[in-house]
């Protein structure tokens, strides 16, 4: 997030990552993980970027369109029983979509991520998009789960409920919420 100008606070619940795309080791990778580790970053450098980058994108559709859907952080939304369902679900369409472009993440990957969010993270804990969706930003929404949507439909993936959370944040793309 950015606090004020020049000044970023990193939120994040796990060390950073780097790779190259295509999987391969090269000194360049090596050397921002070596100046960063001497910064005192916690960082690695991986050769499953592809999986890893869906990993993140699933987890941020899903997590995000339940957290905003349910105008709720994470902990309510996980205590509801119906609210923690619909992220289990939106994180399973997740990795259909993932699946049917050929990315291979596997099934069991919505129950570790509930895991990981219910011991990781604090209850209090908003995705970017929630965040700027109170704020009256523009949301990211075409990115996300617009996104998700438009490759679930090229790949023969059904995305009944990541729909329904691009439909409910499409009138606020530009903003606006903050204003209501």
């Known amino acids: 997030m950015i606090e004020k100008p020049g000044v970023i606070f990193v939120r994040s619940a796990s060390m950073t990552s780097f790779g190259e795309i295509d999987g391969s080791l090269t000194p360049r990778i090596d050397q921002l993980v070596g100046s960063l580790e001497h910064a005192g ?77 219910s011991n990781r993270l604090p209850p209090t804990h908003r995705t970017s998009m929630f965040e700027d969706l109170l704020e009256g930003k523009r949301l990211e929404v075409e990115a996300l789960n617009g996104t998700l949507v438009r490759l679930g439909r090229e790949h023969g993936v059904e995305t009944p409920l990541h729909f329904a959370v691009y439909a409910a944040l499409k009138p606020y793309v530009n903003g606006g919420l903050a204003s209501l």
């Not at 369902?85 to 472009?101: F, K, S, T």
């Open 41 to 117: 970053v916690e960082v690695e450098s991986r050769t499953d970027m592809q999986s890893f980058l869906w990993d993140k994108f699933v987890a941020i559709c899903g997590v995000g369109g339940a957290e905003l859907l349910a105008r709720q952080p994470l902990g309510p939304a996980l205590d509801t029983p119906e609210t923690k369902d619909l992220m289990i679900r939106l994180l399973q369409e997740g990795v259909a979509v993932a699946q049917g472009v050929g990315i291979d993440l596997p099934p069991e990957l919505p129950a570790k991520l509930i895991e990981f969010l």
